[in-house]
């Protein structure tokens, strides 16, 4: 797929306020700080569309760019740890959890995961709930740059042996770099092949 025209259309901090349904979505979300905004940037060929920060949590708001007059990407705030108050943690999660539950033009969810790490029990806790909304997700691993080649093996070993772990079959899995721009022409190969589902 190549993109064309990338244009940010609106911020929404409630459902009610998002773009009308009509063009489908794809959701990008992930842990805070796990490099979402770079990823985005990187998809788009455009280092200024998600803004970038190293403080947690720089998200919060449901954020809607229309992508070659035909499909949304979504940028949602993160879960997980962040330097914010629980008050507004709580309220970044009941957005996120209403979005993905009750979006009808959802098409799927990204769920961006540190390659580096192992895999927290906020992680498993949400990937848990999506999976329970009947709700299509794919996993994508990122800053696979920062790891050596056998740390990577090793890495994706153990998200492989965790993930089997959780479901009976492997979820969709992505490895990426938005410094190297890997992975980002098999993450748009899938996105065209679920914009072609009914």
């Known amino acids: 797929m190549k993109l064309k025209k990338v244009e940010f259309v609106k911020s929404v901090s409630e459902l009610k306020n998002c773009p009308q349904a009509y063009y489908p979505e794809i959701a990008f979300i992930?842990?805070?700080?796990?490099?979402?905004?770079?990823?985005?940037?990187?998809?788009?060929?455009?280092?200024?569309?998600?803004?970038?920060?190293?403080?947690?949590?720089?998200?919060?708001?449901?954020n809607h760019y229309i992508?070659?007059?035909n499909w949304y990407l979504v940028d949602l705030p993160g879960y997980g740890f962040a330097k914010i108050s629980q008050t507004e943690r709580i309220k970044f999660l009941k957005i996120i959890k209403e979005y993905i539950a009750k979006r009808e033009t959802l098409k799927c969810?990204?769920?961006?995961?540190?390659?580096?790490i192992e895999l927290q029990s906020s992680d498993?806790?949400?990937?848990?709930w999506v999976a329970q909304q009947q709700r299509p997700f794919a996993i994508v691993l990122t800053k696979t740059d920062k790891l050596s080649k056998t740390k990577l093996k090793s890495q994706t070993q153990y998200f492989e042996k965790q993930f089997t772990k959780i479901?009976?079959?492997?979820?969709?899995?992505?490895?990426?770099?938005?410094?190297?721009?890997?992975?980002?022409?098999?993450?748009?190969?899938?996105?065209?092949?679920?914009?072609?589902?009914k």
């Open 167 to 197: 479901f009976e079959e492997l979820p969709n899995l992505f490895y990426t770099s938005a410094i190297h721009k890997t992975g980002r022409e098999e993450l748009l190969e899938f996105i065209e092949y679920l914009l072609s589902l």
């Open 124 to 128: 498993v806790e949400f990937i848990h």
């Open 109 to 116: 969810t990204m769920i961006l995961l540190d390659s580096r």
């Open 67 to 69: 992508i070659n007059g």
């Open 30 to 62: 992930g842990r805070s700080n796990v490099g979402k905004s770079s990823l985005i940037n990187t998809i788009c060929n455009n280092k200024k569309l998600a803004k970038v920060s190293d403080t947690p949590g720089k998200t919060k708001t449901i």
